[in-house]
């Protein structure tokens, strides 16, 4: 039977211009505001986009990282299976509190996006919103991802991104103080895809005049 509380160990592993222990803090604060702030228009329809490119079929096993407060959970198809992951509880009774709107079989866990308390190949499926800007080392994320995905699993993020090689001057200085707020805006998704076995297959922007992107992934192999 699935599991549909917050449950499990919170992991903690290394960091890089954010910290779990700093993000875990600020997610605990933006968990009562959270839905307010991204319950806006361009964001909901990202996240049907992003949903409608996985083409999600009857039984398929889902897994989003960096669950939040469920915002994802609503949209989804009914008959899929879901596991959400977030190593925040207060988000998570955020996402805990949509489980009446969220497929029956929806499981949400404790766990910490680098070290993911899955077996190899066991989703058919992976949602990666918002989550990539946010965990401390991007790229062990997307290689529990490439893990724990079966090979030809469809894995879709929408998040911003740097688009140029090297940030400007004022993204450096805004960084500082989103990095405050627990985001940082200067990653670059073909570094954070480095040795992780998987690839772009499309990307294209997404809401707010492309500032934020819709990006496909596959395993390099497929
Ligand atoms: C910007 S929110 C996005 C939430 C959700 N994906 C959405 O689209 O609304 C980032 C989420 O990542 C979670 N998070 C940050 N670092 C994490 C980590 N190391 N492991 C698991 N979750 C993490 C935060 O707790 C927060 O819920």
Not at 67 to 89: H, K, N
Not at 122 to 146: K, Q
Not at 188 to 215: H, K, M, W
Request: with cysteine; charged share 25%; aromatic share 6%.
């Amino acid at each position: 039977m699935p599991t549909r509380t917050p449950q499990g160990p919170v992991g903690t592993t290394g960091d890089s211009n954010l910290k779990n222990s700093w993000n875990r803090v600020i997610y605990a604060c933006w968990a009562p505001v959270y839905d307010r702030l991204i319950g806006v228009r361009p964001f909901v329809r990202a996240r049907r986009n992003a949903i409608e490119l996985l083409n999600l079929h009857a039984d398929d096993r889902v897994l989003i990282v960096g669950v939040g407060t469920g915002a994802d959970l609503p949209l989804l198809p009914t008959d899929t299976e879901i596991v959400g992951v977030d190593f925040s509880r207060a988000m998570l009774r955020g996402a805990a509190g949509k489980l009446d709107v969220a497929p029956v079989q929806t499981q949400l866990i404790a766990a910490d996006a680098m070290s993911l308390p899955f077996r190899d190949r066991s989703f058919d499926a992976v949602i990666l919103n918002l989550i990539l800007s946010v965990v401390p080392d991007g790229r062990t994320c997307l290689r529990e991802v490439s893990r724990v995905s079966r090979p030809g699993a469809r894995i879709v993020v929408f998040d911003k991104f740097l688009n140029t090689r090297t940030p400007p001057i004022w993204r450096r200085a805004a960084n500082l103080l989103t990095r405050l707020f627990g985001t940082d805006i200067n990653r670059r998704i073909d570094a954070l895809l480095q040795g992780t076995g998987l690839r772009i297959v499309s990307e294209r922007p997404s809401a707010f005049r492309g500032a934020y992107l819709l990006i496909e992934l596959r395993h390099e192999s497929c």
